[in-house]
């Protein structure tokens, strides 16, 4: 049986696989005061899916990180700095661990049996407390020479909201939830949250709607670098944002095909627990 985790900037999930579907799972709150607060909150949601019958955990992080070790190295939302997570991981459960980045997990179970299923080529983005990016070509993520499409930093403009991963302009500073509360605060908005913003658009209100077709139109610019680098046959936008998919996607696809040379699918992710099923993918194929 194979354990799939994914850790997210707010939440961590894990869930017991059993092919394609999640026959349990739990949700811890991270504890994000330092590294060893953090990993305890990993273990935890572990252990509240863990039994005997498990032989592999498969585990999404943000990176960046080295997935061939299990080392989180820097991840700019999470307390974890080179962080021995595998290691760590295998030496209190005692199955095999793999470890990659949470948004490649996510597209590559899209990829697999969700939203790109029987493309060649899919690109994907999950839109949280951060923006990740992934890219699956023939059912396998790409890594390149180790951290692979970090779309959320890739830019939109050099002179634009500062990242601190050190460069301007980041769609993670625009597309997150933090980036979109900041584009609502710029138009005279209080929310706490893209939740938030959405109720409120929900009911009509002008600026709301108005601050997810700008968010749209900032990714749709993001989208349209994508697929002109790529040419993917299909981009999946995912993550808890999404669920604002009905204010935004006009935008996004207005503002990505106009600039972009080809046209492909900009469609919605299919799966609820995208994470933890392409983390499960992983162990599986690992093992
Ligand atoms: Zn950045």
């Known amino acids: 049986m194979i354990l799939g985790v994914d850790i997210g900037g707010s ?11 999640t ?34 955990i498969g585990v999404g992080c943000p990176g960046p990180l080295d997935w061939n070790k299990g080392v989180i190295v820097a991840p700019r939302n999470l307390p974890l700095r080179n962080f021995m997570l595998r290691e760590r991981l295998e030496s209190i459960f005692k199955v095999r661990v ?14 697999v049996y969700g939203a790109g299923k029987g493309k060649a080529v899919v690109a994907g983005l999950t839109l949280g407390t951060g923006v990740g990016g992934g ?7 790409y890594h390149g020479a180790g951290n ?10 050099y002179n634009g909201r500062r990242c601190n991963c050190g460069s301007r302009g980041c769609i993670e500073e625009y597309a997150s939830s933090r980036g979109i509360v900041r584009t609502a605060k710029s138009h005279g908005l209080r929310a706490e949250s893209p939740k938030e913003l959405y109720r409120l658009a ?40 999404s669920g604002s998919w009905r204010f935004f996607h006009k935008s996004l696809k207005e503002a990505a095909y106009s600039r972009s040379f080809s046209k492909p699918p900009i469609v919605k992710a299919e799966l ?7 983390s499960g993918l992983i162990a599986c194929r690992r093992g």
């Open 202 to 241: 929900l009911k009509g209100n002008k600026k709301a709607v108005g601050v997810f077709r700008e968010t749209g139109f900032y990714l749709g610019v993001a989208v349209a670098n994508i697929i002109n680098c790529l040419s993917p046959d299909i981009i999946v936008v995912g993550g808890k944002v």
């Open 23 to 56: 026959i349990r799972k739990a949700s811890v709150e991270a504890d994000k005061r330092d590294a060893a607060c953090f990993f305890n909150s990993v273990v935890a949601a572990i252990r509240r899916v863990f039994n005997s019958r498990v032989t592999a």
């Open 272 to 278: 609820v627990d995208a994470g933890i099923l392409g």
């Open 148 to 157: 692979a499409s970090e779309f959320g930093h890739t830019s939109i403009g």
């Open 135 to 141: 890219l699956v070509i023939k059912s396998e993520v």
């Open 11 to 21: 939440h961590i999930g894990a869930g017991l696989l059993r092919g394609c579907s």
């Open 98 to 111: 793999a470890v990659d980045n949470d948004a490649s997990c996510a597209v590559l179970a899209e990829a």
